[in-house]
């Protein structure tokens, strides 16, 4: 299988700015997972997908953040008017229904900074 | 709440040397999951190894092993005889339902020296 994929690698922006960000899964899983990473810490969940649908959000995922799944194969999440605080790697990932492990397969990353 | 905790910062082997990563865990749930993951300065995170809360053996996967001690709540990672590529961040992760968010810890870097 082709890993789980993400575009661009590295965003640059200017504070305000919208900035959009896509992730393809591993074919054939139906799970998609968005996670956001700040310096020194661990994953943070942001919102998951099954399917089309977006089943979970966090509390993380402010009103300037909307993600979508239209077609049930790539993902795209979306920051509206940027802030600094927003600078971060926002990781994908997906796993396929398989039981009790759900092993999730992340992407490298895309990594955002906001100016 | 679901917690995991890893106490150590950061740990310095030498290469074929074996290393324990600490991991202990905080749930209510009865059934849980347990997962390792590595992070090179790539970004990319890697997963190593799973263990299910009613797995009664420990997990193994090549040169990796999960200590599980349910008791004490600890998921420990066992690498055996390093190598310089081992040097990465690691994360311990939960899962306490299929299809949820994984819930991390704070990481341990691993540096392997030769």
Known sequence: DTGVSQDPRHKITKRGQNVTFRCDPISEHNRLYWYRQTLGQGPEFLTYFQNEAQLEKSRLLSDRFSAERPKGSFSTLEIQRTEQGDSAMYLCASSRTSGSSDTQYFGPGTRLTVL | ????????????????????????????????????????????????????????????????????????????????????????????????????????????????SS
Request: aromatic share 12%; glycine share 8%.
């Open chain 2, 1 to 112: 709440a679901q917690k995991i905790t890893q106490t150590q910062p950061g740990m310095f082997v030498q290469e074929k040397e074996a290393v324990t990563l600490d991991c202990t865990y905080d749930t209510s749930d009865q059934s849980y999951g347990l997962f390792w993951y590595k992070q090179p300065s790539s970004g990319e995170m890697i997963f190593l190894i799973y263990q299910g809360s009613y797995d009664e053996q420990n997990a193994t996967e090549g040169r990796y092993s999960l200590n599980f001690q349910k008791a004490r709540k600890s998921a420990n990672l066992v690498i055996s005889a390093s190598q310089l590529g081992d040097s990465a961040m690691y994360f311990c992760a939960m899962i306490h339902q299929a299809g949820t968010a994984l819930i991390f810890g704070k990481g341990t870097t691993l540096s392997v």
